[in-house]
């Protein structure tokens, strides 16, 4: 089962394996349980949107996938393969990359020392600053990134959107597979939101899962491939966007439960043309 | 002007292309300038001021080559001192003991080389680990335990008068009798070789920035027009050509009794504090990794970088360079006692750091700052003194020219916060 390819060839991977792939995943903190039997896809080339309202266990399920802490059970599976992150470094490693809500960039910087920070580039114990600045221009020109006027400029002088685009610049400029964004349009106007959404539609098309937290249905129904919906710790669904409305997803996010799909439906419910509903199952 | 043909437009995004023109250039810095970037550039301007005022007021006393090789050897301790404070600075923290961290280190050398009688070389290695060990453990104590700098190095400042008091004796002085100890501060090098160090600087300067500009050219990056790096290089050369013809003049007293000319060898010291410092911070990932943790230590963080130990290394440098100030202070007085670094050189230090235009908050600042500003400092103290000024009015200035500076730091803070150039 594919999505209808509408916007070229990137999106017809949906009908593979998926990129990463979380199963019955369980996180608690004391006696509390974050999450609870979890599972979550994020395929290559598709924008993944993950809502849920404040607490449903969003920020524990990202922080979990990116090694900031490990989950107490459940499969943890990359490209097909189980694997162990414990650590960011361990993520890092697979390509999996977080942009936070608070970007973490350096004021005082420039936005190609932004970009490398942490991970310069030197030789000879020199930093190579050459080779940083044309990497860093080829990657924004590959997001087709035009709203910049220099690389060198300081990351103080840009607007929220630029920043926004330098951070998430910064998580695919050492080829990452990956990218969890976690409400990058929560502080923009409406001009901005719009330059970075059509950037995160950009970097599915180029062929990277992308997970996009956000509490914006509107961005989620723009750019979005298929929205999971967590409630209470629980993922309520995972379903593809065309076969939802707004509606559904709101009542998914307060109740957990509606379209068919919801915590309550019974396995099988689920509308045949959504090619993941059919973890729901399991 | 030589560049900018205008060319048509280039692709967006990946070719930054041409060089900016000369004035164009210029309008950049006007507007850096405007925007709060300010740069070195009161420092520029306090020196020339002070330094005309002190001509107007006494043009014979000021303004002559004795005193102005005195004005080099006075400024150096500060100077080194302040260098070494740039890298505490940029993190956001303050080092108080600096100054008596270099009397402690020019304790132990003075120890070494009077009391023991062992060669210069050895009491200077000495004076280096005793002021990268004090800066060992003020650093592991803000780093590891997060007390506030301000604090540790408040304690440090007291503590290390007492370890001063007790290594030197109360009350007493350690000569320095060493020729190359005392040579560092006090001695100048032969014209020839003076005229030979203008010419390596300016040399080096020119061919580093051509390069530069070539290399960047060839990779198809923005570069320096031709005509801005030819008028930098002629401004040094301008300058430092003036200065060294200056300083090579006889300018003893009784030229029959000694002779004294030429460049100081101190300032062959300072120059290569100033490259090698300045390498550091600008060319190495270390540099780098220190600049991001004073503009934001979570964002450094969460980009891998251990902050800890970059907050550890930045008072280790901050410290021996207070080391290699308390060399210059025994030396210019050939001998160290209880005072040695104490009373104001430490906030001159900082007052010279921060006038230079490196920020208080941290994320801001060269080491060129320190020369610029240690110069300014050197001339309000020598030309107050030339005018007969009490001490009570030369501490009067010299506090209300750091707190001006101060000022100009956090004015130019706001305004770029309001520009977004931070």
Not at chain 1, 166 to 184: G, Q
Not at chain 2, 68 to 83: G, P
Request: hydrophobic share 50%; aromatic share 6%; net charge neutral.
């Amino acid at each position: 089962m594919t999505l209808p390819s509408t916007s070229g060839p990137a999106r017809t991977t949906a009908g593979e394996a998926p990129l990463l792939s979380l199963r019955g995943v369980n996180k608690s903190f004391g006696a509390v349980q974050v999450l609870t039997g979890v599972d979550f896809d994020a395929r290559a080339g598709e924008v993944t949107a993950l809502v849920g309202d404040n607490g449903a266990g969003k920020s524990t399920l990202i922080k979990g996938i990116a090694g900031i802490y490990g989950f107490d059970s459940g499969d943890y599976l990359f490209e097909g393969k189980p694997v162990s992150v414990h650590h960011p470094k361990q993520a890092n490693a697979l390509g999996i990359e977080v942009v936070y809500q608070d970007l973490a960039l350096c004021d005082n910087l420039d936005i190609v020392h932004n970009l490398f920070l942490g991970r310069e580039i030197t030789k000879g114990g020199r930093l190579d600053e050459a080779a940083m600045e044309r990497r860093a221009t080829e990657t924004l020109a590959g997001l087709s990134v035009r709203t910049v006027k220099s690389i060198r400029q300081q990351v103080a002088s840009l607007s929220g959107g630029q920043r926004q685009t330098v951070a998430i610049a910064r998580s695919v400029i050492w080829n990452s597979k990956l990218v969890v964004l976690d409400e990058p349009t929560a502080a923009l106007g409406v001009a901005q939101t719009e330059q970075v959404l059509k950037l995160v539609r950009r970097l599915a098309d180029n062929g990277l899962a992308v997970v996009l937290i956000s509490h914006n249905l509107n961005d989620v129904f723009q750019v979005a491939d298929s929205i999971s919906v967590l409630y209470l710790g629980q993922m309520a669904t995972q379903v593809a966007v065309k076969d939802v409305d707004r509606g559904q997803v709101v009542e998914l996010i307060t109740t957990g439960r509606g379209a068919g799909v919801g915590l309550d439906a019974a396995p099988g419910t689920a509308t045949p043309s959504t090619p993941l509903t059919s973890t729901e199952a399991s | 002007m030589t560049s900018t043909v205008a060319p048509p437009p280039p692709a967006p995004a990946s070719a930054p292309s041409q060089s900016p023109s000369l004035s164009e250039t210029f309008r950049d810095y006007v507007d850096r300038v405007r925007g709060g970037d300010v740069g070195s550039l009161p420092a520029v301007l306090g020196l020339l001021v002070l330094t005309a005022v002190f001509s107007l007021l006494r043009p014979e006393a000021f303004t002559n080559a004795f005193n102005f090789s005195n004005l080099i050897h006075q400024s150096a301790a500060v100077i080194v001192i302040a260098m070494g404070l740039v890298f505490v600075l940029l993190l956001g923290e303050i080092d108080l003991s600096a100054g008596y961290t270099g009397g402690t280190s020019a304790a132990v050398m003075g120890i070494v080389v009077t009391n023991r009688g062992l060669p210069w070389w050895l009491a200077l290695l000495a004076a280096l680990v005793t002021g990268a060990f004090i800066g060992f453990c003020i650093g592991t104590l803000v780093s590891r335990l997060g007390i506030p700098s301000f604090v540790v190095t408040l304690a440090a400042f007291l503590g290390l008068q007492g370890v001063m008091l007790k290594l030197i004796g109360e009350g007493g002085t350690i000569a320095i009798r060493d020729d190359v100890l005392l040579a560092v501060n006090n001695d100048d090098l032969p014209i020839w070789m003076g005229w030979l160090l203008f010419v390596l600087v300016v040399g080096g300067y020119a061919a580093h920035s051509l390069r530069r500009a070539q290399g960047r050219r060839a990779d198809g990056l923005q570069s320096e027009a031709m005509a801005v790096v030819v008028a930098k290089v002629l401004l040094l050369a301008v300058l430092l050509g003036a200065a060294t013809a200056y300083l090579s003049t006889e300018r003893s007293r009784n030229p029959a009794v000694t002779s004294l000319k030429g460049v100081p060898i101190v300032v062959v010291v300072l120059i290569a504090l100033l490259l090698g410092l300045t390498f550091l911070l600008t060319r190495t990932a270390f540099g780098r990794h220190v600049y991001a943790v004073g503009g934001n230590a979570e964002a450094a963080r969460r980009a891998g970088i251990n902050v800890a130990r970059i907050r550890l290394s930045c008072f280790i440098m901050c410290s021996t360079m207070a080391a290699v100030g308390g060399l210059m202070l025994a030396s210019r007085d050939n001998s160290i006692s209880p005072t040695t670094g104490g009373a104001e050189t430490l906030l001159y230090a900082v007052g010279a750091a921060v006038i230079g235009g490196t920020s208080l908050f941290g994320g801001k600042g060269r080491i060129v700052d320190a020369i610029l500003g240690g110069l300014v400092i050197g001339v309000i103290i020598n030309g107050m003194r030339l005018l007969n000024q009490p001490s009570s009015v030369v501490y009067m200035v010299t506090g209300a020219v750091l707190l001006v500076a101060a000022s100009v730091d956090a004015i130019s803070r706001r305004r770029a916060m309001a520009t977004g150039r931070v």
